[in-house]
């Protein structure tokens, strides 16, 4: 396998992406890892994991998740919408 066959394969892998979180009315951001390959829905149930139930009561609504102050569609991938690691997301229910 040539190193440009070699690059390709490994720019294709997923890459971890730590994120800073805050979801809805939280008062703490926490960190949370994410991958390029994971989905905007993906990761709103990420963030929500640590939060809802505990700090936040858990609600049976959609979730969004806005980066850079603009809500993202759930079947992006992290890489399409362009998160980098320690970039800020915010995750909300859809009707708040």
């Known amino acids: 396998m040539t ?3 070699e690059a ?6 997923p890459q971890l992406v730590p994120v800073n979180a ?3 009315d939280d008062f ?9 390959a994971d ?3 993906e990761v709103a ?3 929500a994991y640590h939060v809802e139930g505990k700090r936040v009561r858990a609600r ?5 998740v806005y980066h850079n102050d603009r809500a993202l569609t759930p079947d992006l991938t992290v ?4 998160i980098a690691p320690f970039d800020h997301i915010r995750v909300d229910y859809a009707d708040a």
């Open 3 to 5: 190193e440009t066959a």
């Open 8 to 13: 390709t394969e490994t720019a294709a892998e």
């Open 22 to 24: 805050i979801f809805a």
């Open 28 to 36: 703490v951001e926490i960190l949370v890892a994410i991958t390029t």
């Open 39 to 41: 989905t905007i829905a």
């Open 45 to 47: 149930g990420k963030v």
């Open 60 to 64: 049976d609504a959609e979730k969004v």
């Open 79 to 82: 890489a399409e919408a362009g």
